[in-house]
DNA sequence: CACTTATGATCCATACATAGATCATAAAAT
DNA sequence: ATTTTATGATCTATGTATGGATCATAAGTG
């Protein structure tokens, strides 16, 4: 066997997604919609559906975006986070901070 | 040239992403991490790195989670979100919801 | 009860995301 | 100024996420 990467991911991720996973599926059954219907909106597999649900880390960010929306789960909107409100600035902040990042290659020159 | 599948998604998920990818970005400055140290923090490369800053949708949520959590960006941290106080029941919710969806079939036998 | 449909799980083939390298430019340091 | 380092962009090879099918079971329906 041609060893398969395994990524490891911090508790915070793995809680982070599965949160979403769990919002999206309650969502969904509330509204009462089908997985294959949700899966067909969004334009991805029924497999694929299952996996975000599940919580599966390795999906793309896009695919589960796109079911939260469509399944009605607000993750970014103004209402639901206080995220949005830090961000109306964030472009003008990053244009503020300086273009590269250089690390002290020689140490402090500390004299005593 | 295969034909490459082209995958569409809604604006509000580009929006979602990008917001977040800015938020990565202008910590990571913040902190005067360099993209090499936060690539290799989280376990990836840093040309995926680049990616997840320009909100690239189709990255790995897990990836992108990964990174915002090195950087100190709160996702979903209970004090950055007011989402982590409606997740508490989620599970109970889940458990109480039917387990599969029905369609109707028949259309409602409305006689008049 | 019988019947239908949804869900979960598993397998395979392939398109594609990712790692890794390289190069050019820009920004910071000296 | 020179030198060093960070960033951005681009390319290739390969591991793997995804689509699509199938099957078994569970869960509604009538």
Chains 1, 2 share one sequence.
Request: hydrophobic letters at 45%.
């Amino acid at each position: 066997m041609p060893t398969s990467k395994v990524r490891t991911y911090s508790l915070i991720s793995h809680e982070a997604v599965h949160l979403i996973s769990n919002l999206i599926k309650v969502a969904r059954k509330e509204r009462q919609y089908t997985a294959q219907e949700v899966a067909e909106r969004a334009g991805i597999s029924r497999g694929l559906l299952q996996r975000i649900e599940k919580g599966d880390l390795k999906c793309s960010i896009g695919a589960v975006f796109e079911v939260a929306a469509i399944v009605g789960v607000k993750l970014f909107d103004a209402e639901a986070t206080t995220l949005m409100k830090h961000i109306l600035h964030i472009e003008e902040k990053l244009a503020l901070l300086p273009k590269s990042v250089h690390k002290r290659t020689k140490v402090v020159d500390d004299d005593f």
